[in-house]
């Protein structure tokens, strides 16, 4: 399960990280509730998210072509340097009093500007920190690594928002950087595998796009976590609007939340960290079960069994992130990892832009309950689709067999069908 921990080059890698992450989910509730206590609109922090995640929807194939191009180390370094000053700026207005709402939707724009590189070279920098045998393993661990930082930074956070406020949030996660840098700036470079960077050159992002439009294991992995990311994924509208309009509670609330979430979406992170081969099929089955978890959720009569099944949709939305993103990095060439990864952020975050807002608008005027369970409804109709897609592309024909010491439900080649017939 921890493999990929034995190198040194990675253990210097996820230390930092874990560290930063945590202060990302500082500032991402702190961020969300900043806003709805500034305007008490969902569908303001509907635009907030929107914002942070508009970049990659309009740039994000460049980044990945800057990705396969660059030196990923010190492109990383650069990266991680602007992250931690646009947390500063944020703190920086906030405890002068002087925040707001601009403000924060335009830290949100830069962040997410600086993502556009960081995202894809961060993802295709794991190759080479562990090679090959172990990038299954490294991509699950870096998002069990995520998904750790996230049960311990919103639940400071809540607390940091109920004490002093917002703006120590903002601080703690601008100075939180220094761990990934130094991580960054020792590691031995001798030990890294050497991948094929892409030269300068005309066509770059068309041949990114025309690669993975000839390979069905990538696009339809792909389209899946689009619709996924895009409807599906819309937590800080959803938890937020809850917590205000439902159960009428305050940050704290919040917080704890979103830690119920971050246990599942942990193991499921090492669930699939201990499987080490990533299946089409496992992506499937988690996107059609987080769907009807969240309709479930959505009208759940309670706050303990809302809370409660807020774990298991956390479990399968991270095995649906952590399935594609092995899935897709395995089957892609070292050279276009790049340019692919940056395909794949784009429409899982870059999807945010388009499905915020709708789903904001959507939870002011219907309830909570509404926008939840519609968000549910298009994930699990879009993991129907691209599971169907995917059969008819792999040549497989559902089989049911009632008898007894058989399996009963399995999916197999039609020439295997037409033989057992």
């Given at each position: 399960?921890?493999?990929?921990?034995?190198?040194?080059?990675?253990?210097?890698f996820a230390t930092g990280q874990v560290?930063?992450?945590?202060?990302?989910?500082?500032?991402?509730?702190?961020?969300?509730?900043?806003?709805?206590?500034?305007?008490?609109?969902?569908?303001?922090?509907?635009?907030?998210?929107?914002?942070?995640?508009?970049?990659?929807?309009?740039?994000?194939?460049?980044?990945?072509?800057?990705?396969?191009?660059?030196?990923?180390?010190?492109?990383?370094?650069?990266?991680?340097?602007?992250?931690?000053?646009?947390?500063?700026?944020?703190?920086?207005?906030?405890?002068?009093?002087?925040?707001?709402?601009?403000?924060?939707?335009?830290?949100?724009?830069?962040?997410?500007?600086?993502?556009?590189?960081?995202?894809?070279?961060?993802?295709?920098?794991?190759?080479?920190?562990?090679?090959?045998?172990?990038?299954?393993?490294?991509?699950?661990?870096?998002?069990?690594?995520?998904?750790?930082?996230?049960?311990?930074?919103?639940?400071?956070?809540?607390?940091?928002?109920?004490?002093?406020?917002?703006?120590?949030?903002?601080?703690?996660?601008?100075?939180?950087?220094?761990?990934?840098?130094?991580?960054?700036?020792?590691?031995?470079?001798?030990?890294?595998?050497?991948?094929?960077?892409?030269?300068?050159?005309?066509?770059?992002?068309?041949?990114?796009?025309?690669?993975?439009?000839?390979?069905?294991?990538?696009?339809?992995?792909?389209?899946?976590?689009?619709?996924?990311?895009?409807?599906?994924?819309?937590?800080?509208?959803?938890?937020?609007?809850?917590?205000?309009?439902?159960?009428?509670?305050?940050?704290?609330?919040?917080?704890?939340?979103?830690?119920?979430?971050?246990?599942?979406?942990?193991?499921?992170?090492?669930?699939?960290?201990?499987?080490?081969?990533?299946?089409?099929?496992?992506?499937?089955?988690a996107g059609m079960l987080f769907g009807?978890?969240?309709?479930?959720?959505?009208?759940?009569?309670?706050?303990?069994?809302?809370?409660?099944?807020?774990?298991?949709?956390?479990?399968?939305?991270?095995?649906?992130?952590?399935?594609?993103?092995?899935?897709?990095?395995?089957?892609?060439?070292?050279?276009?990892?790049?340019?692919?990864?940056?395909?794949f952020m784009m429409v899982f975050v870059?999807?945010?832009?388009?499905?915020?807002?709708?789903?904001?608008?959507?939870?002011?005027?219907?309830?909570?309950?509404?926008?939840?369970?519609?968000?549910?409804?298009?994930?699990?109709?879009?993991?129907?689709?691209?599971?169907?897609?995917?059969?008819?592309?792999?040549?497989?024909?559902?089989?049911?067999?009632?008898?007894?010491?058989?399996?009963?439900?399995?999916?197999?080649?039609?020439?295997?069908?037409?033989?057992?017939?």
């Amino acid at each position: 399960m921890f493999s990929s921990l034995k190198i040194r080059n990675y253990r210097l890698f996820a230390t930092g990280q874990v560290v930063s992450n945590t202060g990302t989910w500082m500032q991402r509730i702190a961020q969300d509730w900043l806003v709805l206590s500034l305007t008490g609109s969902a569908s303001a922090v509907g635009i907030t998210v929107a914002l942070q995640f508009l970049p990659m929807l309009l740039f994000g194939l460049y980044g990945g072509v800057l990705a396969d191009r660059l030196p990923k180390r010190q492109l990383l370094v650069a990266t991680q340097s602007a992250m931690a000053l646009t947390g500063l700026a944020l703190a920086a207005l906030t405890l002068s009093g002087h925040v707001q709402v601009w403000h924060v939707y335009l830290t949100a724009f830069l962040l997410g500007l600086v993502t556009v590189v960081d995202n894809p070279a961060r993802q295709s920098f794991v190759a080479e920190m562990v090679g090959p045998e172990q990038l299954s393993n490294a991509v699950s661990l870096n998002s069990a690594n995520f998904q750790s930082a996230r049960l311990v930074g919103p639940a400071v956070a809540g607390v940091l928002i109920t004490a002093v406020g917002s703006g120590y949030a903002f601080l703690l996660n601008g100075l939180s950087f220094i761990a990934p840098l130094a991580g960054l700036l020792l590691m031995r470079t001798g030990e890294l595998h050497k991948i094929e960077r892409a030269p300068r050159g005309k066509g770059q992002l068309r041949e990114g796009l025309k690669y993975v439009a000839g390979r069905p294991e990538l696009i339809w992995p792909i389209v899946l976590v689009g619709f996924i990311g895009t409807f599906g994924f819309n937590f800080p509208i959803w938890l937020s609007a809850f917590v205000n309009n439902v159960y009428h509670s305050g940050a704290s609330t919040y917080g704890l939340l979103n830690t119920l979430m971050a246990a599942g979406s942990l193991a499921g992170a090492l669930l699939a960290a201990r499987r080490g081969t990533s299946r089409l099929r496992v992506l499937v089955a988690a996107g059609m079960l987080f769907g009807v978890l969240e309709i479930v959720t959505a009208f759940a009569p309670q706050f303990w069994i809302f809370a409660v099944l807020l774990v298991p949709i956390g479990m399968f939305g991270l095995t649906v992130n952590v399935t594609a993103n092995a899935s897709i990095q395995m089957a892609t060439e070292p050279a276009m990892r790049g340019r692919v990864m940056s395909l794949f952020m784009m429409v899982f975050v870059g999807g945010t832009p388009l499905g915020a807002p709708l789903v904001g608008w959507i939870t002011d005027t219907y309830g909570p309950r509404i926008g939840f369970a519609a968000g549910g409804a298009v994930a699990l109709v879009a993991a129907i689709g691209v599971g169907v897609m995917l059969a008819r592309v792999g040549g497989l024909r559902l089989k049911i067999d009632l008898r007894r010491g058989r399996r009963h439900v399995e999916f197999v080649r039609r020439e295997e069908l037409a033989t057992a017939a």
